[in-house]
């Protein structure tokens, strides 16, 4: 570190990935909206991906080659690799010692956060010129198995730690916390309703059959939080959970609604949404996000630190369509005893006691 360094204030460097076909001119989902919330200048530089499956593959050179690949995007998942590498890029450029990481994402986009989260820890960050070589980098973090090579019974497998370390020593950032020694390398991850499929229907992606490792156990975020969406049951959107073994300040809460009711997908007058973008703001600025106070209030419509009014959790659940039981079917999702349900579920229950069909989710006895 030389001495420029050690007097640069340290910042924030917020990543935020949305999910499946989300073009950034809509501005519906919460991670736009916390793209918007987020303060934006030298002290919090921030990153915006619109998701899988909007603008098509950066190697698609056509229209028609674009259009395929953001298709298949939709269906299939296709592009989860490009979203990786680019973000990926993006902190190799603008780290600098002491800055803190922050990660946020939805649906597919959380799962790619969570990707993002898991190459940080294989492989850590590269040099910030070193960018042509981000490719080989998530291909070594696609590879990983073991944790170490003291753990790897095949001789292929520890050689491959070996060069995923000599690779680390010779073109890794030396400021970036090194992978695997039990130091925390995200200030920060903060996902709405994490979903593993692979698109629409559900199919498996002939184009991109990589396995991303480190998506459940994130040992190397320190506060994580997770909001999961008590009343969706589509088959194709099975939540995707963090490990029991996560450690550090992890918390997972269930609240009111389908998928996109929790990730802010929906394009109606719902402020159901509302309920989980505050919470995950306010979370988030308990770990040290900078929030611009003026657009928290147009966003949400309350002054920054005021509570929501309950009304907000009584917002209409989007009705998940009959043509999904062609497409996978129905799985109700399963929350376990302990979990954390958010007290806007109490509400909803609560204001339709005496209606002709009340608010009753699957809760555990």
């Given amino acids: 570190m030389t001495d420029t360094d050690a007097d640069t204030p340290t910042r924030n460097l917020v990543v935020c990935l949305d999910g499946t076909t989300n073009e950034p001119e809509t501005g519906f989902t919460n991670v736009a909206r916390m793209f918007d919330v987020a303060v934006k200048d030298h002290r919090q530089l921030v990153y915006y991906d ?17 259009g395929a690949t953001r298709a298949a995007g939709m269906v299939a998942g296709y592009g989860i690799r490009d979203n990786i590498e680019e973000a990926y890029g993006w902190l190799c450029q603008r780290y600098r010692p002491g800055d803190q990481i ?7 986009g959380a799962y790619t956060a969570r990707a993002l989260t898991g190459m940080l820890r294989t492989v850590g960050l590269l040099h910030g010129d070193a960018l042509n070589l981000v490719p080989y980098a998530l291909k070594l973090y696609v590879k990983s198995g073991p944790t170490d090579a003291g753990t790897a019974s095949d001789s292929s ?34 996902v709405w309703d994490t979903v593993k499929s692979v698109g629409w229907l559900n199919l498996r992606a002939r184009f991109e059959v990589a396995r991303w490792p480190f998506t459940a156990n994130i040992a190397n975020v320190e506060t994580a939080r997770h909001a999961l969406a008590i009343d969706e049951q589509r088959r194709p959107f099975a939540e995707y959970r963090f490990a029991d073994t996560a450690g550090g300040d992890v918390e997972e809460v269930w ?6 009711d929790v990730g802010g997908q929906c394009r109606d ?20 996000l900078l929030v611009d106070q003026r657009a928290y209030r147009r966003l949400l419509h309350v002054p920054w630190g005021a509570p929501l009014p309950d009304d907000r959790a009584l917002g209409p659940i989007t009705p998940n369509s009959g043509w999904w039981r062609l497409a996978g079917g129905w799985r109700p999702r ?4 302990g979990d954390h349900v958010h007290p806007s579920v109490r509400v909803r229950i609560d204001a339709t006691r005496g209606d002709q069909v009340p608010y009753r989710p699957s809760l555990p006895d």
Avoid at 50 to 66: F, L
Avoid at 269 to 288: C, I, Q
């Fill in 157 to 190: 497998v520890r050689e491959f730690w070996r060069l995923r370390e000599n690779f680390r020593k010779q073109f890794g950032n030396p400021d970036f916390p090194n992978p695997f020694q039990n130091r925390k390398q995200i200030r920060f991850l903060g």
């Fill in 255 to 260: 609240f009111p609604g389908v998928h996109g």
């Fill in 50 to 66: 619109p998701g899988v499956g909007t603008m098509g593959s950066r190697a698609a050179v056509t229209r028609i080659g674009r």
């Fill in 269 to 288: 007058a719902s402020r159901l949404p509302d309920v989980t973008l505050a919470w995950m703001v306010g979370e988030a600025h308990a770990a040290g």
């Fill in 334 to 337: 399963v929350i376990r005893t």
């Fill in 102 to 108: 922050f990660v946020f994402g939805f649906s597919r």
